[in-house]
């Protein structure tokens, strides 16, 4: 009945949101650009007083886009193009009547701070594509990758290209060269680009466009004006080689007694990157010995809930066209419906090595960190006539871990085998690019593997198919996607994966699933299907569902968090789209969810309302309130029985200062509490930046998290008395971090930075218990709590007698823990000559074990001030030769 109700509400809510819809249609302007003549091509020097500059128009007129849309600018801009066969030039003048007040924050390439001016160019003119190159008032050059429609943006596109820039007594200006080999479009006698001049007026905090963009459209690159004149234009086919070399040193604390832990080690390595346009629409990737190191490392996370932590891709081979890989299992505006899956997780590729030897007492073992990455090659891009491709090959060294024996002697045992990852991606776009639909095929193959790593799958298949219809303008969608997978492996392998927390066939009281440790293979489906408006009036919202089978298993080279879940979701979202004496703008949504799993249980309800301001005086602030009255786990347990959990109620709350302020400050915090006290957390974070010249800009955020759960898992023992025990016990959980940022930029091409992390997160465990009636309403009614006659501690071991005979019934380790770690870089980079670049890195990592009986600021001090941190000293060289 609830259900029934809840879409009968969403039925109405349509016809409502419906009745919003606007038939306004902005016009499209038109730019028409002229090829150079004899005057020869403009000198990019920021003055733009070259002749050639004559032959064109400006184009003018811009208004306003935000905060204030559809009325004058407080600056005008117009600009300027012409083309040769080699190059597209731009030249932009931003009027300022107070030169003086331009602000020229400086940054490392794509900071976009301060005034900026940007240009955005739909070359293959399908609406969802685009290519920006933004330039700041103090030269610092950006450039973003823009696909769906806008919906993302990849700035990690580096492409090569010239700009300079000037300041004078009307303002300031820019000159740009982008060569043709960096924009991609097809052949055609007379070419029709999509085009777009956005300029940054910062004092205001304003945006202004050439071409009208409205707050109410749902896109980006749709609504790009017109650039017309382009005749005759061949595409460029692009050819780069880029060898690198790295000289790397690592010192450490020696460890006495193992031959692997003398205290230093230094290596020299080589490689090649080359991008081949393969047309001007495709490029082929190809790299020999990949550098896949990172800059910054990830941030210090603990997951007490046993679910892997999803981190993003840093690696430039994996992170440039990803978005032509993407495949997102259920993403939504709705959130709450594992936003992260997705088929293809890159992250699996050259990952940390995933078995490990056996050793006895006195035994040293010398673990690889990393699994080499022999070669990889990708072919990508997008056709004029619509066509998505995406081919990814990769190919990761077999490693083995070497084992010093009691009696000096070694051996050597595989830890990773050699694999092989396969990605297809196809797309097409159609109904004048208003639609697509596409497909996606993954493949992982092992070498024969050793009974040590028999968990593993020889090979894993994934697959899926997806597509979009848009509609009114865009401003309505219906998308969605189906999924399948299937893992082939030994038995034991199958078994793993039946068993394992995204799985847990072998639930006690699941009796719709049923674990056969005779299998050798697994095939599982999925999907998502949303039906929403955004573009047009105030309201917006989306509506769908999400499923996974049991079986759908996607972590080969994959990211899934679990299976045996259906799921329900809708958000309805009202902004307004004018300021006021306020609000510069306000957003107000509600969302809920609900889900069940494959057996038909109801596990999952949640409400949430939220609201987000942008003031007048361009603070930005939010709240939110979440009520779940239902929910069940059946994970909490790890292969128990489904778990009933508390109702629930939670907040969040953040509040951030002008961000065009010298001194800024950000708060944020959240807590969450079950209405019958059997879980409470509180989480926050605070900050300040601080920019006292445009050169410099320093910040700290500490933050804290209190975590209290009567029923945090411990372990499972299968027969205790003749029956099972889920031990839990009462945590109480404590994590303090503080993250520093220092950049420094002597010019745009020229950059320092710096980042630390201290990180501590102490766990106690009190008042254990196991759990007896795992659905029982009350809480006390799920449980039995030991009392302190029934557990002893001993030499680090609780022992457990539960009827008091004397006899030990199981014995349990010591749950508590305190982790401490200090994690921080300093990277020099410079940018030599477009394209090529130099690091100079140093990297420090302190990770110990502490007292869990200490306080958190003195286990700080203990365990990292004062120790002797692995130190990573780098240095990287990079030639980047355009052909």
Known sequence: MKQACLSLVCIFLIQILQAQDSTTVVPKKRYRTQALGMEGAPIIDGVLDDPSWNLVEWGDNFIEQRPDENTPPSQQTTFKVLYDSKSLYIGIRCFDDEPGKIVKRLSRRDGFEGDWIGVFIDSYLDKRTSFGFIVTAAGVKGDVFGSNNGANEDDSWNPIWYVKTQTDEEGWTAEMRIPLSQIKFGHAEDQVWGFQVMRRYFRNEERSVWQRLPRDVAGWTSE??????????????????????????????????????????????????????????????????????????????????GFQIFFQERRPFFVENKNIFDFNLSQSEAGNTFGSDNIFYSRRIGRSPQGSPDTEDGEFVDQPANTPIIGAAKFSGKTKNGWAIGVLESVTAQRRATI????????KEMVEPMTNYFVGRLQKDFND??????????????????????????SAFTGGVDFKHQWNNRDWYLEGNITFSHVKGGEAAIKNTQESITHLFHRVDADYLELDSTRTSLTGTGGNLQIGKLGKGNFRFESGATWRSPELELNDIGFQRQSDDIRHYTWIGYRTLKPDNTFRQLGINYNHYTAWDYGGNHNYLQFNTNSWQNWKGNWFSNI?????????????????????????VSFWNNIETDNRKKMRFFYFHNGQKALDNSYKSYYMEGGVTYQPINALSVSAFPSLRINHDKLQFIDNFDDVNGSPRYLNGEIDQRTLSMSIRLNYTINPNLTIQYWGQPFISRGRYTNFKHVTDATAKRFEDRILTYGQDQVTLMDDVYSVDENLDGTEDFSFDNPDFSFVQFRSNLVIRWEYIPGSELFLVWSQDVSRDGDPTNGLLSSLNDNIFGQKPQNIFLLKATYRFVL
């Open 433 to 458: 690019r208003n639609s697509y639909i596409g497909g996606i095929f993954t493949a992982t193959h092992r070498e024969e593997l050793p009974q040590a790593l028999d968990f593993l799958h020889r």
């Open 404 to 411: 010093s024996g009691v009696n000096g002697d070694r051996r």
């Open 624 to 648: 939110g309130l979440n009520y779940a009255p239902l929910e069940y786990s059946n994970f909490a347990l790890r292969g128990g029985p489904r778990l009933r959990l508390s109702p629930w």
């Open 224 to 305: 790009f004006g017109e650039l017309h004149g382009l005749k005759n234009m061949e595409p460029q086919r692009q050819v780069e080689i880029q060898p690198y070399t790295v000289a790397k040193t690592e010192t450490f604390e020696a460890e006495e007694g193992n031959p692997f832990e003398d205290g230093s080690d230094s290596n020299i390595t080589v490689g090649l990157d080359a991008k081949i346009g393969v047309t001007n629409d495709l490029t082929l990737d190809l790299t020999v010995n990949p550098d896949f190191g990172q800059v910054e490392a990830d941030p210090s996370a603990i997951a007490l809930d």
